[in-house]
C-alpha cells in the first residue's frame, strides 16, 4: 500500500536556529496531515495539522507547508529550544480516517 | 481536555501469559479508540480500530485472536494480549477520538516486556 515517508532520520540544529522537517507522502487521495512530536517514552504529542484545501498553516513557533502538486509536507519550527529535541512524526490521515505515521525524525538541538 | 491515559504504564510478564492493558479517555467520550504498537526506533503502526459497542477492526497481519479488544464503554477501551511471547515486547499506543474521523488524542503508551 502507500505510505507517508520522511526524507532525513536525523537532524541536529544548533539552539536558537530555525528547524525544518521533511514529509513525502504518496497518497494523493489523502486530505489531512498532521504532525506529531514524541518524546521518549511518551505517546505522541500534536504539534499542528493542516488540510489539504491550504498550502500553509501558522502556529506557535510552528509552521507546516504542504505542496500538493509534489505531495511534501514540511515542518518549521522558528527558534528551536532543547525541549524541541524529540523525534517528529508527520502523518496523513486516509478516507478510513486512520492515520499512517511517517518514518519519524529524530531533532537534536545542541546548546 | 482531550486527556487520555494508559494503564498499566509498564508492564513485565512471562512468556505465555495474557497481558490486559486499559485506554481511557478521561474527559470526552470517545466513539472510536485506536490501537497502535511500536517498536524501537520505528514509527507507530496501526493494529485496529474499535468502536463502542462493536467489534474492532484489525489491519493486514495482525492476529485478532491474539490482540484481543474490547470497547464496552464510551470511555474504555482495552486490549489484551494473549500468550505472550518475547516478539510481542513493543511500546503499545491508544488514541480516542469523539466521533469517526474525528481528532486522535493519544494516551502515554505502555510499555511491555515479555521474558
Known amino acids: 500500500g502507500e505510505s507517508v515517508g520522511l526524507h532525513l532520520p536525523t537532524l541536529s540544529v544548533q539552539e536558537g536556529d530555525n528547524s525544518i522537517i521533511n514529509c513525502a507522502y504518496s497518497n494523493s487521495a489523502s486530505d489531512y496531515f498532521i504532525w506529531y512530536k514524541q518524546e521518549s517514552g511518551k505517546g505522541p504529542q500534536f504539534i499542528i495539522d493542516?488540510?489539504?484545501?491550504?498550502d500553509k498553516r501558522q502556529g506557535q513557533r510552528v509552521t507546516v507547508l504542504l505542496n500538493k502538486t509534489v505531495k511534501h509536507l514540511s515542518l518549521q519550527i522558528a527558534a528551536t529550544q532543547p525541549g524541541d529535541s524529540a523525534v517528529y512524526f508527520c502523518?496523513?490521515?486516509?478516507?478510513?480516517?486512520?492515520?499512517?505515521f511517517g518514518a519519524g525524525t529524530t531533532v537534536t538541538v545542541r546548546a | 481536555g482531550a486527556v487520555v491515559s494508559q494503564h498499566p504504564s509498564r508492564v513485565i510478564c512471562k512468556s505465555g501469559t495474557s497481558v490486559k492493558i486499559e485506554c481511557r479517555s478521561l474527559d470526552f467520550q470517545a466513539t472510536t479508540m485506536f490501537w497502535y504498537r511500536q517498536f524501537p526506533k520505528q514509527s507507530l503502526m496501526l493494529m485496529a480500530t474499535s468502536n463502542e459497542g462493536s467489534k474492532a477492526t484489525y489491519e493486514q497481519g495482525v492476529e485478532k485472536d491474539k490482540f484481543l479488544i474490547n470497547h464496552a464503554s464510551l470511555t474504555l477501551s482495552t486490549l489484551t494480549v494473549t500468550s505472550a511471547h518475547p516478539e510481542d515486547s513493543s511500546f503499545y499506543i491508544c488514541?480516542?477520538?469523539?466521533?469517526?474521523?474525528?481528532?486522535?488524542?493519544f494516551g502515554p503508551g505502555t510499555r511491555l516486556t515479555v521474558l
Open positions: 493542516i488540510r489539504s484545501n491550504m
Open positions: 502523518a496523513e490521515n486516509d478516507n478510513d480516517y486512520k492515520l499512517s
Open positions: 488514541s480516542a477520538a469523539r466521533k469517526s474521523g474525528g481528532k486522535q488524542f
